[in-house]
């Protein structure tokens, strides 16, 4: 079983409207509902591949119900611990008329100490019979920088690893546990400072220092992949998306790269086989984050790894 943890969960609510007028009350043609957050999609490109995968972390009111049920569609089961605070809501409203898609995002959730601990026992538990564990995405207001570094704690005494993706603080407590496998968000910053700012060789040096056994690197040329007893390159021509990717593709693509890499952590694929699988589904994954497994057994064999 593949335990995937979102501590900050959305629930999107996609609109869909011949006309936005701002001021005016616009009708909507169609609403949508998915769970939304990094782990959650995960799991769910876990699942269409035929794992046994759990999707934990924290959810609470009337949108975490949503996130539990659009999740539970999808066959993906749940075991979220409950907070007292409404899930955050991501609206996406898109103006047929004009082409234009607009975003309002919700704060985070305030998480309480007690909610904190209930989470840490919540995660003992999964870990019974856990193969892989997956910590994805940002944190939700309450929770300590160090929680990742907790949470990794935790899954290694257990022995079982963890693939950490994250950024800033957040990416160097977990990385400082010794997590099996560390994709840092580069894009994102840490301490004031822009992480992107530094060389892809000064993230791996100072992730492989504190203590993480391989880093993953996206970058312009491809994926990069560095352990203590060697260093990979993986590309592959991405089939372009319709006019401008846009962020929810990037994204997308972004969770089908980690969730291509969870299945050889867990089972001791070769680095190699490794990045031909989560290179080829990150460039198989559909604009709507979900994996064509067509395009995918196409792309498998055009990945170049050196």
């Known amino acids: 079983m593949i335990v995937t ?17 701002l001021g005016a009350a616009n009708a909507v043609g169609r609403v949508r509902f998915e769970a939304g957050g990094r782990g959650l999609a995960v799991a769910r490109l876990l699942h269409t591949f035929g794992h046994e995968v759990v999707a934990a972390g924290l959810a609470g009111g009337s949108s975490g119900e949503l996130i539990r049920n659009e999740l539970a569609k999808a066959g ?8 007292g605070a409404e899930s955050r809501r991501v609206v996406r409203i898109a103006d ?10 919700e704060p985070a959730p305030y998480i309480t100490t007690e909610e904190l601990g209930r989470l840490a ?21 309450g929770l300590p920088a160090e929680i990742y570094g907790s949470l990794t704690s935790y899954a ?5 690893p963890v693939i950490l993706d994250a950024a800033g603080s957040a990416l160097r407590y977990g990385a400082a ?44 040329d491809g994926t990069r992949a560095v352990t203590a007893k060697g260093r990979w390159h993986a590309a592959a021509v991405i089939p372009p998306a319709p006019g401008d990717p846009g962020e929810q593709t990037l994204a997308g693509r972004r969770a089908a790269l980690v969730a291509g890499f969870v299945p050889g952590v867990a089972f001791g694929w070769s680095w190699p086989d ?30 170049t790894v050196t």
């Open 5 to 21: 943890v979102t501590l900050n969960p959305a629930l999107h609510v996609h609109y869909q409207a011949d006309r936005v007028v």
């Open 76 to 83: 993906v089961a749940t075991q979220f611990t409950r907070i």
């Open 96 to 105: 047929a008329s004009a082409g234009l898609l607009t975003s309002f995002e």
């Open 121 to 141: 026992a919540d995660f003992r538990t999964l870990l019974d019979g856990a193969t892989a564990v997956v910590l994805c995405g940002s944190l939700p207001t």
């Open 156 to 160: 290694t005494g257990a022995g079982v």
């Open 177 to 220: 546990r010794g997590p099996a496998l560390a994709i840092p968000d580069i894009s994102q910053t840490a301490g004031g400072a822009a992480e992107g700012s530094q060389s892809a060789d000064s993230v791996v040096a100072e992730l492989m220092a504190g203590g993480v056994n391989s880093v993953v690197l996206l970058t312009e």
């Open 274 to 303: 490794m990045l031909r699988h989560a290179v080829a589904l990150s460039a198989s994954v559909t604009p709507d984050g979900e994996a064509d497994l067509a395009a995918y057994e196409k792309l498998l064999p055009e990945v």
